[in-house]
Nanobody, 125 residues
């Protein structure tokens, strides 16, 4: 499966962006998971949000809860990350990733092998 992330850009603090991650290739399994991580300069890659395909349920990190939401368009095999009330500390490269089977350890970067190219989000204060 190939992952294509898009939607990043420059936005002022308090603004919004919506990232998209489109998956292409072979068919999904019913237990598919698609997630977003981010990496700021000089920092480790950190979990942002995950979507459990089979239950149509999203999970977000505590650091973005109440501001970010994750959703999907099944027909387009696409996951969206809606980011509202953006802050300077949200500045990072955002990566889309996926795995064939859902895991309770979904926030662990080491659980994923298939990564998209990343999209840069810059929030100016």
């Amino acid at each position: 499966v190939q992952l294509q992330a898009s939607g990043g850009g420059l936005v002022q603090a308090g603004g919004s962006l919506r990232l998209s991650c489109a998956a292409s290739g072979r068919a999904f399994s019913t237990n598919y998971a698609m997630s977003w991580f981010r990496q700021a300069p000089g920092k480790e890659r950190e979990f942002v949000a995950a979507f459990r395909w089979s239950l149509n349920r999203g999970y977000v990190a505590d650091s973005v809860k109440g501001r970010f939401t994750i959703s999907k368009d099944s027909a387009k095999n696409t996951v969206f990350l809606q980011m509202n009330s953006l802050k300077a500390k949200d500045t990072a490269i955002y990566y889309c990733t996926a795995r064939e089977r859902w895991t309770v350890d979904y926030s662990n970067v080491r659980q994923y092998e298939n990564w998209g190219q990343g999209t840069l989000v810059t929030v100016s204060s």
